[in-house]
């Protein structure tokens, strides 16, 4: 995932002089990879800062924020809802929120006004898997627009109706077993590359 | 050893795909025992014989000169290398190591899946598939009974992600579910595990084009126990190239070894050993992209930079 972002958002091309980036994170898996992929984002020279409002209890999600905290990647406290204050002092957003598994009036708040916020800002948003907020199969009803989707394993359906700039896929590590039980004919990885875009 | 993958036709157009047919070509002449080591390699890998070098960055071109390809820079006297690199003692990379686990909470699987993925793309840099002169991309995958051998699995599974057809000879495995479930990933992945190791230099050149040396790792000490003793002796007389994931197995940590494992490429994880500065084959990568830059710090390591999103650095 910072592979596919750092390929959407090549350093020197980020207008702000500082290469800051948002991540913000939910309450479950998808945040967890958010966790991962900011602190990549921060070996990568990227100056990523967390937001992460429901902490996830679980062991390994822990370990991953004591990781991303030992590398000095700042967690806010708060999110701004001053729209203008986000588009300012970040280059994009990572929306790590909700992924596949949520379900619909599910574990909402505070997601739901986090994505309010969002919705709103006019930095690029970098979706992980699923665009926070949008049904796993319909897609979005007004609901946040991102402008880099990256499709963990294979893309979901709503992935049809994403309208924004690049669509990447990562999907390298999923045994061949796995590829064709779910027929999922994925595309061809270029070199050792583990994200691909569509 | 495995037919070729189901469904893909064999890369050099042999009718066979057995390995063992003596008839296959290899573009090199005469009785291959006559051949030394870089004569063979460099019939058996595409002309130019290194692969494109993608790890050097627009950043890196002003230390161009100090990073040449250059053998002095390892030899007994080199005490750094480019940009002071540091290359660090036995009870060093054990204290880092314990650190990103005790202090920054990596876990140990983390670490090794990054370490394995960085070996398998280091491999894929300097040894494309294209560049077997075996009908298929054959590897061999020797793993040892640690952490480093834990590396190989990771590694051959990538190798197989990224075309080749690796084959795992894994005789010591630790009763440990990390283990266990890298084990299951690769019998899952179609890799062949051998039940014995093959049982002469001869025969691993024929059905290999690779070997990878993932045995012993920076915490060995001591005498080597069997089976691996009678293992690296084979290995010490193959001519095909081997790939050694942090240390030449066998050899001492720090002092190196003369008369022991001659591989041809060398990947360090996470900062270089002071074996490494022993090591006289023609690839030496720096793999393990997850070093905290606190701690690059805390311990004066000096790695230079990693090209963009990268996982391994071309030293050599």
Known sequence: ?198 | MGAPPRGRPCLRACSVPSRAEPSRSRRMPGPRALLGLGLLVAAGVRAGGRCPNRGWDRSWDRDRERCRPHRAMHGPNAGSGPRGLRFLGQDEAQAIDQELFTEYKFSVDQLMELAGLSCATAIAKAYPPSSFTTSQPAVLVVCGPGNNGGDGLVCARHLKMFGYQPTVYYPKRPNKPLFEGLTTQCQKMDIPFLPEFPAEAALIDELYGLVVDAIFGFSFKGAVREPFGSILSTLERITVPIASIDIPSGWDVEKGKADGLQPDMLISLTAPKKAAMHFAGRYHFLGGRFVPAALQEKYTLNLPPYPETDCVLQLT
């Open chain 1, 1 to 198: 995932i910072p592979v596919s972002s750092r390929q959407a958002f090549p350093l020197p091309s980020l207008p702000r002089k500082q290469p800051t980036v948002l991540v913000v994170c939910g309450p479950a898996q998808n945040g967890a990879i958010g966790l991962v992929c900011a602190r990549h984002l921060r070996i990568f020279d990227y100056e990523p800062t967390i937001f992460y409002p429901k902490r996830s209890p679980d062991p390994l999600y822990r370990d991953f924020t004591t990781q991303c905290e030992k590398m000095d990647i700042p967690f806010l406290s708060y999110l701004p809802t001053e729209v203008q204050l986000i588009n300012d002092a970040y280059n994009a957003v990572v929306d790590a929120v909700l992924g596949a598994e949520a379900e619909a009036a599910e574990g909402r708040e505070p997601c739901a006004a986090i994505l309010a916020t969002l919705k709103h800002v006019r930095i690029p948003i970098v979706s992980l898997d699923v665009p926070s907020g949008w049904d796993v199969e319909a897609g979005s009803s007004g609901g946040i627009s991102p402008d880099v989707l990256v499709s963990l394993s294979a893309p979901k359906q709503c992935a049809r109706r994403f309208l924004g700039r690049q669509h990447f896929v990562a999907g390298r590590f999923l045994p061949y077993d796995v590829q064709k039980k779910f027929e999922l004919n994925p595309p061809k990885y270029p070199g050792t590359e583990c994200v691909v875009a569509l």
